[in-house]
């Protein structure tokens, strides 16, 4: 039935899933659209939301809505439409995880977490956020490697994660731009072993500042410390890319920064912007690259991956915005390439939408992902009724 298919399919989750089938109008959907993290995603108002407590809740449900007898083929043109799948929500495009009239399927019940009998390993429900994972470890004196800010997902993050850090010690050096503070550079240093003032951070720890604070905390802390820092339900645009860590590409970066992009966009009402550097050192790219596809097993020196964080208020801003980011993306990118210090590496948690992080891994891994993909998803189901993320080329 044309028009009517998510209807249809809202009341055929609703007859299996009872009250796991979320509906507008209830306090649950409203909930769950606040939880998005950008102004665009919460704004997508899909029919009706499902939410599974087990694996096998999700495979019914993905079996309802995809295949021969799926209820989101249109009748008519014989069309699937798509659906959607989250976990954290955190991903800032208005479509990676929520769908506009259609099923979006939110993953945040599937939140167990198990630590094996030796300590080892940890098992992780894809709905988790990493606050929830941080806040069980720490009493048990255990971590994993995970998001820095409490309420980002499991599910996403995982996809194509390398973040982790130094043994002890971490650094990100931000540019950042705010109207209440004009152009700012902010540092983060953190030490992961117990020291007060480690040595290696003395040099920066003594320049002159605007403002600066220390302390000693756990990890559920500091992903709750820095989710108080944001600003949720603002419009987002996140790009990056990816250099080498020597002092001219850091002036390159600055120079387009300050002297182009600032002045274009300074007058964007409520306008912020990051332009966040974290390192990628050789001892963490070069570890497991026998079992990973992000392709960088072939790199030596030491890397940086930069993201762009921009947030305003107004939709009519958008275009401007966009133009602007992606324009200080191509400008940075092409002064990289002219000293010699881009790297082809896309960050895919931190890619815009015309980036092409999996490209970017080289075509031996496409292939490699291309067999997994052809292996799980045969019907490309996940390839084309889920517009949500990036997708390997089939
Ligand atoms: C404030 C903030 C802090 C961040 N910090 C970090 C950081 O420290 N390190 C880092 O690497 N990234 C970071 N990110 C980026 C973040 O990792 C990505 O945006 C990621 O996609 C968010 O995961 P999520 O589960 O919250 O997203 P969602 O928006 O729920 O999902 C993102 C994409 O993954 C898909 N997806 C989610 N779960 C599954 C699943 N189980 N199976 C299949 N597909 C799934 C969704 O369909 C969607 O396309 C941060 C983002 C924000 C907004």
Redesign the pocket.
Same mark, same amino acid.
């Given at each position: 039935m044309k028009g009517n298919y998510t209807a249809t399919c809202c009341a055929s989750l609703q007859a299996i899933f009872g009250n796991k089938t979320i509906l507008p109008s209830t306090p649950a959907y409203q909930s769950s659209l606040t939880s998005y993290?950008s102004a665009q995603?919460a704004a997508i108002h899909p029919a009706c939301i499902v939410a599974p407590e087990s694996a096998a809740d999700v495979a019914s449900a993905v079996q309802l809505l995809t295949g021969e007898s799926s209820c989101l083929q249109d009748e008519i043109d014989g069309n699937y439409r798509p659906f #959607?799948?989250? !976990?954290? @929500?955190?991903?800032?495009q208005a479509d #990676?995880?929520n769908i506009d009239g259609g099923v979006t399927i939110d *993953?945040r019940r599937l939140n167990s977490i198990e630590v094996s009998p030796d300590r080892s390993t940890v098992a992780i429900g #894809?709905g988790n956020t990493w606050d929830h994972v941080y806040s069980h470890l720490d009493p048990a004196n255990l971590c994993v490697n995970g @998001? %820095?800010?409490a309420d980002? @997902?499991? @599910?996403? *993050?995982v996809?194509n !994660?390398v973040?982790a850090y130094d043994e002890y010690a971490a650094l990100t050096l931000t540019w950042g731009y705010s109207p209440e503070v004009g152009a700012i550079v902010s540092s983060n240093m953190e030490y992961t072993k117990e020291t007060e003032n480690p040595p290696v951070f003395a040099g920066l720890a003594g320049l002159p500042k605007l403002f600066g604070e220390s302390q000693m905390s756990n990890m559920t802390q500091l992903a709750i410390d820095l %989710?108080n820092q944001?600003v949720r339900g603002q419009r987002q645009f996140w790009a990056t890319h990816t250099f080498a860590s020597t002092e001219a590409a850091l002036n390159v970066t600055h120079s387009h920064f300050h002297d182009e992009f600032l002045p274009t966009i300074q007058s964007v009402p409520d306008i912020v912007v990051g332009y966040t550097m974290e390192p990628l050192p050789p001892a963490l790219y070069a570890k497991h690259t026998d079992q990973n596809v992000l392709g960088l097993d072939n790199r030596s020196g030491s890397l940086v991956i930069s993201l762009l964080t921009v947030s305003w208020t107004e939709s009519t801003d958008d275009e401007r915005v966009q133009n602007a980011g992606r324009a200080l993306i191509e400008a940075i990118d092409k002064g990289l390439k002219e000293i010699g210090a881009h790297d082809p590496f896309v960050y895919l948690?931190?890619a815009a939408p015309w980036q092409d992080p999996i490209a970017s891994y080289g075509p031996g891994n496409v292939e490699k992902l291309r067999k997994v993909a052809d292996e799980v998803d045969p019907h490309e189901v996940f390839a084309r009724q889920?517009p $949500? $993320?990036f997708k390997i080329q089939r």
């Open positions: 993290f995603a #959607a799948v989250r !976990s954290g @929500g955190h991903a800032t #990676a995880a *993953l #894809a @998001g %820095r800010t980002v @997902g499991v @599910g996403g *993050l996809i !994660s973040d %989710r944001q948690n931190y889920v $949500g $993320g």
